[in-house]
C-alpha cells in the first residue's frame, strides 16, 4: 500500500479492456467517499488534485488526506495533478509527492504545446513520476454542434502519434466530444469513435485519457431541483458510450460533477427535509455516502475496473 504512479494500472486496464476512474477530490469526505469504493470494489484509484481543489483545502491538507487514506485502506493510489496550466505547478506537485502531473497545453498552438510538454516530461521523469498531456480543445456546448468546430477543436490522429512520439509522454487527453461540467451536448449527444479508432491505430499499446466524462443522471439533477435547486437542462455523456471507450483504448476517465451532483443533492435534501439540523456530520456523513454509491457504480457499470487491483 503505497503512492503509486499509474504506469502498471495503465498498462493492466489497455489489455484488459477496461478503464481507470480518476475523480477530483477537494476534501475530507469526498475522498473518504471515493477510498471506500474503491476498497470494496476492489479497483484501481486515481485521485486528481486541480488547482482549485490546492487553492480551497490547501496542498498539504490533501496530501495528507491522501496518505491518511492509503494507510487505512491498504490500497495503492495515484495521487495526480489535474489540469496542471504551467511548469511551476508541476514541479511544485513532483516536489510534494504526486506520483503523475497533467500538462494541459492545450490551448497553445501545438509547436509551443510540444514544448511545455517536454520541459515536464524531463523534469518529471527524472523524479519517477509520469506525466499526462492534453492535446485538441473539449468541445463547448455550441462547438458541439458545429461540424466544421470538430476539425478545428477535436483531435488530430496524425498529429497525436507526432506529439507523443517528440514528447515522450505517458498518456494523451484527447478531445473527441466530452467537455467539462453539467451541460455538454445541446442535441443528442455523440462521441467521435471514428476518430477515437484513428488515433488508437496510430498509438497503439498507448493510454488515451477521457476528461468531461460525467454523465449527469437525470435523477441527481431532479434531486437537486426538486429540493428547490435550479440546474436548468443539464445533459452528460451517456454511460454505455463511457463503457464503449473504456474497452477501447481509453484507460483513464476523469469524474468530478456526478460526485458533486451527488454531494449537493443528498445535502440538499437533508436540508430541506430537516430545517432545524445544523450538526455537519449529518449531512457531510450521508453526503459521503452518496459519493461512495456514484463511484461504486462508475467502477462497476461503466469503466468495468471493479476486481481488477
Ligand atoms: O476539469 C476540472 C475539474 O472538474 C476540476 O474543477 O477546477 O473547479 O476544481 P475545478
Ligand atoms: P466532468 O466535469 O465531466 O466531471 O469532467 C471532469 C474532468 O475532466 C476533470 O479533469
Ligand atoms: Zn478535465
Known sequence: MSLVTSKEMFKKAYDGHYAVGAFNVNNMEII??????????????????????RKYANPIYLRKLVEAAIEDSGLDICLHL????????????????????MID?????????I??????????????VVVEAELGK?????????????????????????????????????????????YKFKGDPSLDFERLEKIEKLLPNFPIVLHGSSSVPKEFVDLCNKFGGQIPGAAGVPEEMLRRASQMGVCKINIDTDLRLAMTACIRQIL??????????????????????MVAHKMRNVLGCSGKR
Open 32 to 53: 473518504q467517499g471515493i477510498v471506500d469504493a474503491a476498497k470494496q470494489e476492489n479497483a484501481p484509484l486515481i485521485l486528481q488534485v486541480s488547482a482549485g481543489a
Open 82 to 101: 489535474d489540469h496542471g496550466e504551467d511548469f511551476e505547478i508541476c514541479k511544485q506537485c513532483v516536489d510534494d509527492g504526486f506520483t503523475s502531473v
Open 105 to 113: 497545453g492545450s490551448k497553445y498552438p501545438f509547436e509551443e504545446n
Open 115 to 128: 514544448e511545455l510538454t517536454k520541459k515536464v516530461v524531463e523534469y518529471a521523469h527524472s523524479k519517477g
Open 138 to 182: 473539449l468541445a463547448g456546448v455550441e462547438d458541439a454542434v458545429k461540424v466544421s468546430a470538430k476539425d478545428a477543436t477535436y483531435t488530430d490522429p496524425e498529429e497525436a502519434a507526432e506529439f507523443v512520439a517528440r514528447t515522450g509522454v505517458d498518456s494523451l487527453a484527447i478531445a473527441i466530444g466530452t467537455s467539462h461540467g453539467a
Open 272 to 293: 430541506i427535509e430537516n430545517p432545524s439540523e445544523f450538526d455537519p456530520r449529518k449531512y457531510l456523513g450521508p453526503a459521503r455516502t452518496a459519493i461512495k454509491d
